[in-house]
């Protein structure tokens, strides 16, 4: 039992919701997507499978190895801001520890599929890199939505006089 709330942005966490719809999947998400050429991202594990087979053609033994090691690494991260109290500083510290695991797990493979998954590692990594360069020449990193009153909270207006 605790709170019903996502750790990364407040709002009611489900299992789509924390893999998929959180701002922080989302952002994941784009980010494996932009390596692969994808236009879209998923929003639940049924998507998900029909996005790696539309977007990944021919990667079968490679889909559920990624979605484990994303799934996990957001679920790790998620249980540290839970349990240790530890924010989340960048949705790219997901990826980087999702190609932690992929790196580490690729081991299981034979050297022709353990060649083709460092090779994915690589090109994700490269693709996080590049667009959290770009967003920070762009503007000042936001990655999180400000967070917005939920309907019981009182906000206060200002008046036009204040300075």
């Given at each position: 039992m605790g709170s019903p709330s996502c750790y990364f942005?407040?709002?009611?966490?489900?299992?789509?919701?924390?893999?998929?719809m959180c701002p922080v999947a989302k952002v994941i998400w784009g980010m494996v997507g932009l390596c692969?050429?994808?236009?879209n991202i998923p929003n639940n594990l049924s998507q998900a499978k029909i996005?790696?087979?539309?977007?990944?053609?021919?990667?079968?033994?490679i889909y559920t190895f990624c979605m484990a090691a994303i799934c996990w690494a957001i679920w790790k991260?998620?249980?540290?801001?839970?349990?240790?109290?530890?924010?989340?500083?960048?949705?790219a510290d997901i990826i980087s520890y999702a190609c932690a695991l992929m790196t580490f797990w690729s081991g299981l493979y034979g050297a022709e599929m353990q060649?083709?998954?460092l090779d994915g590692v690589k090109?994700?990594?490269?693709?996080?890199s590049r667009m959290m360069t770009n967003q920070q020449r762009l503007s000042p990193p936001l990655l999180l939505p400000p967070k917005l009153p939920r309907d019981n909270d009182v906000v206060e207006e200002s008046s036009d006089d204040e300075a």
């Amino acid at each position: 039992m605790g709170s019903p709330s996502c750790y990364f942005c407040q709002n009611n966490e489900s299992i789509d919701h924390l893999f998929f719809m959180c701002p922080v999947a989302k952002v994941i998400w784009g980010m494996v997507g932009l390596c692969i050429g994808a236009t879209n991202i998923p929003n639940n594990l049924s998507q998900a499978k029909i996005w790696f087979v539309h977007w990944l053609p021919g990667g079968e033994q490679i889909y559920t190895f990624c979605m484990a090691a994303i799934c996990w690494a957001i679920w790790k991260k998620r249980n540290e801001a839970c349990f240790d109290n530890k924010q989340l500083r960048n949705p790219a510290d997901i990826i980087s520890y999702a190609c932690a695991l992929m790196t580490f797990w690729s081991g299981l493979y034979g050297a022709e599929m353990q060649g083709k998954i460092l090779d994915g590692v690589k090109l994700l990594l490269s693709c996080a890199s590049r667009m959290m360069t770009n967003q920070q020449r762009l503007s000042p990193p936001l990655l999180l939505p400000p967070k917005l009153p939920r309907d019981n909270d009182v906000v206060e207006e200002s008046s036009d006089d204040e300075a």
